[in-house]
């Protein structure tokens, strides 16, 4: 199975044609089940292929019910390792493919929420994070000095603190209970949650959690913002605890919110990253959401400018005038909306 990837670049395929050919030969077979989180100059597109890619695989099978029941491994390989930090963490061990490794032998398992993100008919399923802002251009835009190692994250992340971006745009969210004091109550507009969810008809595949948007309690946060991070687990990264409250499957997504902040308070907070300090900074809201709508906008000192949409280590959507923006991706720079199912997926754990 981990050939897929040298046939793909030996065939050299667009990214999107790669991501769908990784999909699919998931969607083809069960034979894998253990995954390596790797990133090396021509394998970083697996970070979703490794873990994401194999849960949009499973999930858009014809038995999808009885595929997405198969226990998934993950060994960490590369310089994120975000999964398997947060695994191994949870039990006190270090991040280290041996400890993985030992974790799939025992056998232990543990349940995993999957977040399911559409727009119009495309849909799309991720199981670690979400962001746009800041710490979506850290990610993607550093990918210039990949040939610095993970100290391009670092260099790049001072580079874009003192060269501070704010985007326009808005956040709709229902908070879990106990964050209700979060944003502005929504007067039941349903038509900003719902036209951009259309029906989507396939023959198989699994279509996200139904949710009764007038039942909901939605609330709105207008930017600009400096940073939207969304994570479904603890750690974004072996040294970055993006969301230290964050549980496997507690049915919630973990909301770092950021919308003005001094620069050298943004440069303390993000020293505190390592440890989650950051999320105590008066600046940043941090809060709990079982629903969650993105409506990004372009930034506010360049309106021919936009943002990045980063899923799991890797882009979803680009506005224009960003990073490699003639490059084809999944979803538009328009709205998304995100939904959380449950302990849906399962995978290895130490414990």
């Known amino acids: 199975m981990l050939m897929s990837t040298i046939w793909c670049k030996k065939l050299n395929v667009n990214f999107t044609r790669r991501k769908l050919f ?14 390596a989180e790797t990133e090396s100059w021509w394998r970083s597109v697996y970070y979703w292929d490794f873990r994401t890619a194999v849960i949009n695989g499973l999930l858009h099978r014809e038995d999808w019910e009885n595929a997405i029941k198969m226990p ?12 398997a930090k947060s695994l191994l963490d949870s039990n006190g061990e270090p ?14 398992k543990r349940s995993l929420d999957v977040a399911t993100l559409s727009q ?5 399923f991720s199981v670690l994070m979400l962001a746009w802002g800041l710490v979506a251009d850290i990610d993607i835009e550093s990918e210039k000095y990949r040939w610095m190692g993970s100290a391009r994250l670092d260099v790049y992340a001072v580079q874009r603190i003192f060269g501070l971006r704010k985007y326009n745009g808005s956040v709709i969210f229902v908070p879990a209970p106990g964050y209700e004091s979060y944003g502005e109550p929504l007067d039941l507009e349903n038509q ?9 008809k396939s023959d198989y595949g699994y279509h996200g959690p139904e949710l009764d948007v007038k039942s909901l309690n939605w609330q709105k946060v207008d930017g600009p913002f400096v940073s939207i991070w969304l994570h479904n687990v603890p750690w974004g990264g072996e040294d970055a ?13 973990d909301l770092i919110m950021i919308k003005d902040i001094p620069k050298f308070a943004l440069l303390k907070s993000m020293t505190e990253l390592n440890s989650g300090g950051h999320v105590k900074s008066p600046f940043v809201s941090y809060l709990k959401v079982k629903a969650f709508v993105l409506q990004p906008g372009p930034r506010t000192d360049n309106p021919d400018k936009a943002g990045i949409i980063d899923v799991d280590g890797e882009v979803l959507a680009r506005g224009k005038g960003t990073y490699k923006c003639n490059e084809e991706t999944l979803m538009s720079y328009d709205k998304i909306i995100i939904k959380v199912d449950q302990g849906l997926a399962t995978l290895f754990s130490p414990n």
């Open 22 to 35: 990784s999909r699919w030969i998931f969607q083809s077979t069960m034979e894998l089940f253990v995954l």
């Open 95 to 108: 991040c280290a493919a041996s400890n993985a490794t030992l974790a799939v032998i025992r056998g232990h």
């Open 72 to 83: 998934i491994g993950v060994v960490p390989a590369g310089t994120g390792n975000g999964m």
């Open 241 to 253: 605890m993006a969301a230290p409250n964050a549980e496997f499957s507690d049915g919630y997504l």
């Open 192 to 200: 900003i949650i719902v036209d951009g969810e259309a029906e989507m």
């Open 120 to 124: 119009g008919n495309t849909k799309f």
